[in-house]
């Protein structure tokens, strides 16, 4: 695993409390994806995730708690599947890389596993009719063929969903 020395920034992609593109909604819970790069070989970790400030949206409530994830909407044959997985079984899938939690006061908000690599997508999970604020740092690295099977398994490999559908 090598260091390609870029960086990039992610910041509130959403924008809409129904975000149109790339998204499952089931009950409460939503899946959206922020980030999506196919490219064999490279590799993204996640060194940083923040809340940004208060913006004012009309209609929009802010802030909300949210969970960074690298699990595609797509793995999910439709909405009840979704929403089994997320009432049930989201907080305890490998796919989950951090979390924001407005609740956790003046103590650190932020959890985030800075192992984790993600080699193809990020998504966030967040309340259905919620927009949330996020800022979230990655770097990217050059990995062998092997390395991005290692970091595919290992984002899947206490999932209840199949390898080749992530």
Not at 48 to 54: F, I, T
Not at 69 to 79: A, E, H, K, L, V
């Given at each position: 695993m090598k260091r390609t020395g870029r960086r990039l920034t992610l910041s509130n992609d959403i924008n809409t409390t129904t975000p149109s593109s790339d998204t499952i909604t089931a009950g409460d819970y939503r899946l959206t994806t922020i980030f999506s790069d196919d490219r064999e070989n490279y590799a993204w970790k996640i060194v940083?995730?923040?809340?940004?400030?208060?913006v004012v949206v009309a209609g929009a409530n802010r802030p909300v708690?949210?969970?960074?994830?690298?699990?595609?909407?797509?793995?999910?044959?439709?909405?009840?599947?979704f929403g089994?997985?997320?009432a049930n079984f989201q907080p305890f899938d490998n796919s989950l890389i951090g979390t924001y939690n407005?609740?956790?006061g003046s103590g650190n908000p932020y959890s985030l596993r800075v192992d984790h690599v993600a080699t193809n997508h990020l998504s966030l999970f967040y309340p259905v009719n919620?927009?949330?604020?996020?800022?979230?740092?990655?770097?990217e690295y050059e990995i062998s063929s092997r390395e991005e099977i290692m970091f595919k398994i290992k984002e899947t490999s206490q999932s209840l969903n199949q390898i080749g559908e992530q």
């Open positions: 940083d995730l923040k809340q940004l400030g208060p708690n949210w969970a960074l994830m690298s699990i595609r909407p797509q793995t999910f044959i439709d909405g009840p599947e089994v997985w997320a407005i609740e956790w919620k927009i949330p604020y996020y800022n979230i740092t990655l770097e």
